[in-house]
């Protein structure tokens, strides 16, 4: 797991464990990022399926709860079975795209 910080995104890299890994370790060290925007990057792994998507269900509502965004990158997933409760891209520029779109949104109170 590889983290990266770009102004106010961070930007969590996975490499080698698995999602469900991952979200326990980003659940363990969340206030460490958790006023930040976050970006997951899943896009180094193999294969991924809708169930390891599901598993940042409850972190990213809680996230976007707390007005920040929280947004999945993978290009390895079928984007129509995805929730809709959850954001996933399958490119790291429309990740900063959405959560530029987010932040404009929350300035203008929507």
Same mark, same amino acid.
């Given at each position: 797991m590889i983290f990266d910080q770009n102004g106010n995104i961070s930007i969590i890299t996975q490499e080698k464990a698995t999602t469900i890994e991952l979200?326990?370790?980003?659940?363990?060290? @969340?206030?460490?990022f958790k006023n930040n925007n976050i970006i997951v990057n899943l896009t180094? #792994?193999?294969?991924?399926?809708?169930?390891?998507?599901?598993?940042? #269900?409850?972190?990213?509502?809680?996230?976007?709860?707390?007005?920040?965004?929280?947004v999945v990158v993978s290009n390895k997933v079928d984007f129509d079975d995805t929730p809709d409760e959850i954001v996933?891209?399958?490119? #790291?520029?429309?990740? @900063?795209?959405?959560?530029e779109m987010e932040e404009m949104e929350r300035d203008l109170g929507f």
């Open positions: 979200v326990k370790k980003l659940q363990a060290l @969340y206030p460490k180094t #792994l193999n294969k991924i399926s809708l169930e390891e998507i599901v598993e940042f #269900l409850q972190l990213s509502n809680t996230h976007r709860n707390a007005k920040h965004s929280f996933v891209v399958p490119t #790291l520029q429309e990740a @900063y795209d959405i959560i």
